[in-house]
């Protein structure tokens, strides 16, 4: 074993119903409850697990005095099994609402400082229509492209600048981005008229991930200004985690788009430091694949948002 087999040919031999009891398996514990909960009996379960091991070239499980203990590859293709399993659900879904004549579903995903242009214009679509499913994933521009290279995505609010392949996705400018600087209501500077950034560089900053957009705009601002970066930042991808962090410690600071910023002004989250940034940040983008056609409710996105019909955003 362990000669990874083509894609088609495990295409071919693949079936739903191996993909059923890997779940099974590691739902139950034990290849008796799996082969019960896929209705169908104990050495049946057992040829099928030599089938999928067959298929895929590599063992899946050891046999152990307890029982089966799924391997590395094991846990990697159950993972993907659930992942196929959710899939189908969401087609189900999608396919009796688009029966029924609602609305259909929308998975988008959006980095953090577009968010709260994405839920304005979200909201105004579920006025229009109210039947329809949206599935919202907010993370990095690095991994809304991968989710997004993977089918998971219809759209994706975020910068393809990261990406090594940037000729693969449609992009159409929604907004350039501006930034401010934000600390908890309490910080020692709060009060202040104007803040120079070496000022903070004494502070811990909150700050996004190494190489990140936003990470290496404030680099550059410290690089520019002569001064150190910050040493021990706390590192986070995370709006909620960011804001959670400058809640608890009065001192800490952030750097967030402008939107996120008045957004969490407006409910006393936060303040935004009176500070000038030098370096301008990139524009969001409306990304989509350009080697797939938009779904209905993707393109009545679009429309929302003001942007180019459908068959112009595939053919930019």
């Given at each position: 074993m362990n000669t990874l087999p083509p894609l088609a040919s495990i295409v071919s031999r693949l079936r739903l119903k191996h993909l059923q009891l890997l779940i099974a398996l590691d739902d139950c514990g034990t290849v008796l409850k799996a082969a019960e909960v896929v209705s169908i009996s104990q050495p049946g379960a057992t040829k099928a697990i030599q089938e999928m091991e067959s298929t895929l070239g590599t063992l899946l499980f050891l046999r152990t005095k307890r029982g089966l203990a799924p391997t590395d590859v094991g846990r990697c293709v159950i993972r993907y099994a659930r992942l196929i399993q959710t899939d189908l659900k969401h087609l189900r879904e999608e396919m009796a609402d688009i029966l029924q004549g609602h609305g259909g579903r929308l998975s988008i995903g959006v980095i953090m400082g577009a968010v709260p242009l994405l839920t304005e214009v979200l909201s105004a679509m579920l006025e229009k229509q109210a039947e329809l499913s949206i599935e919202l994933v907010e993370d990095t521009s690095e991994r809304l492209l991968k989710l997004l290279d993977q089918g998971r995505l219809d759209l994706a609010i975020c910068r393809t600048s990261i990406s090594q392949h940037p000729e693969l996705?449609?992009?159409?400018?929604?907004?350039?981005?501006?930034?401010?600087?934000?600390?908890?209501?309490?910080?020692?500077?709060?009060?202040?008229?104007?803040?120079?950034?070496?000022?903070?560089?004494?502070?811990?900053?909150?700050?996004?991930?190494?190489?990140?957009?936003?990470?290496?705009?404030?680099?550059?601002?410290?690089?520019?200004?002569?001064?150190?970066?910050?040493?021990?930042?706390?590192?986070?991808?995370?709006?909620?985690?960011?804001?959670?962090?400058?809640?608890?410690?009065?001192?800490?600071?952030?750097?967030?788009?402008?939107?996120?910023?008045?957004?969490?002004?407006?409910?006393?989250?936060?303040?935004?430091?009176?500070?000038?940034?030098?370096?301008?940040?990139?524009?969001?983008?409306?990304?989509?694949?350009?080697?797939?056609?938009?779904?209905?409710?993707?393109?009545?996105?679009?429309?929302?948002?003001?942007?180019?019909?459908?068959?112009?955003?595939?053919?930019?």
């Open positions: 996705y449609n992009a159409q400018v929604i907004q350039d981005e501006t930034l401010a600087v934000v600390a908890n209501r309490r910080h020692p500077l709060a009060a202040t008229q104007t803040v120079q950034l070496s000022e903070l560089a004494r502070y811990r900053w909150v700050v996004y991930s190494a190489n990140m957009p936003m990470r290496l705009l404030l680099e550059r601002e410290f690089h520019d200004a002569g001064l150190q970066f910050p040493v021990n930042p706390v590192a986070t991808t995370s709006a909620f985690a960011t804001l959670s962090m400058l809640q608890k410690n009065p001192t800490m600071v952030a750097l967030v788009s402008t939107d996120v910023a008045e957004f969490c002004t407006s409910f006393g989250i936060v303040c935004i430091l009176p500070m000038q940034l030098k370096s301008q940040s990139e524009s969001y983008f409306l990304v989509s694949r350009r080697d797939r056609k938009l779904t209905p409710v993707a393109q009545l996105f679009t429309e929302e948002l003001g942007l180019a019909p459908a068959s112009d955003l595939q053919a930019l």
